[in-house]
């Protein structure tokens, strides 16, 4: 991962807020792996599962150092989330660790980005599978001890949601019998997207001045 990306503005900018450096790392990650995709032809409410103005006032909630203009939105940008995506989001409130305060944003994320193909880790912009059980576990705490197997996660999460809804992804009464044992439990490893996308986006010598 590059040190003069976005991913250190971002961290840079998320100075002066109360979130652990765990925290802060994870939403600099996520937030600047969107922001890659905005230019590649997406949108960062797309991209983060977040209405215009909901996100605009979380990013500035999380980093309060950022100028005016640094993120990309354009309000009113629309989108739309599918069931899939909003039992999944459900799940997660629903399990989510009561003293967190991230936990409701979060919920939202990770939702959107497990709509997308690759590792739930990769898709969020973080260094290994490692790091997201760490923030499942902080943050979801209930859901992290439920997947007691250590299941991969998106698979976990809908056979959760798949179980509350009276369905199953395997057939089979438990997880050693299930033909699909390889895709739940397999390796999870592979390149961080965010280090793969080195040249992430231009940065200005500008970029972290305060509007005037």
């Avoid at 590792?119 to 997947?147: C, I, V, Y």
């Avoid at 009276?166 to 739940?184: H, I, K, Q, R, W």
Wanted: charged share 25%; hydrophobic share 40%; with cysteine.
């Amino acid at each position: 991962m590059r040190t003069d990306g976005i991913y250190m503005d971002l961290l840079k900018a998320s100075d002066g807020t109360d979130l652990p450096p765990e925290d802060r790392h994870v939403l600099a990650s996520l937030v600047a792996l969107a922001m890659e995709e905005v230019r590649r032809g997406n949108t960062l409410p797309s991209a983060l599962g977040l209405r215009a103005d909901a996100l605009e006032s979380f990013l500035g909630h999380v980093f309060p150092q950022a100028p005016k203009g640094f993120f990309p939105i354009q309000a009113p940008e629309q989108f739309e989330r599918t069931t899939e995506e909003d039992s999944i989001r459900q799940l997660l409130l629903r399990f989510r660790t009561p003293s967190s305060v991230l936990a409701p944003a979060l919920a939202t994320l990770i939702a959107r980005r497990s709509m997308h193909p690759n590792h739930l880790w990769q898709d969020l912009g973080l260094r290994d599978r490692t790091e997201l059980s760490r923030l499942m576990s902080t943050h979801f705490a209930p859901l992290a001890h439920r997947n007691h197997q250590d299941m991969k996660w998106k698979r976990f999460f809908y056979r959760m949601t798949c179980t509350e809804e009276g369905f199953s992804l395997c057939a089979a009464p438990v997880c050693s019998a299930c033909s699909d044992l390889a895709n739940c439990f397999g390796d999870e490893s592979g390149e961080s997207l965010l280090a793969r996308n080195q040249f992430l986006m231009p940065r200005s010598p500008e970029a972290l001045r305060p509007a005037l």
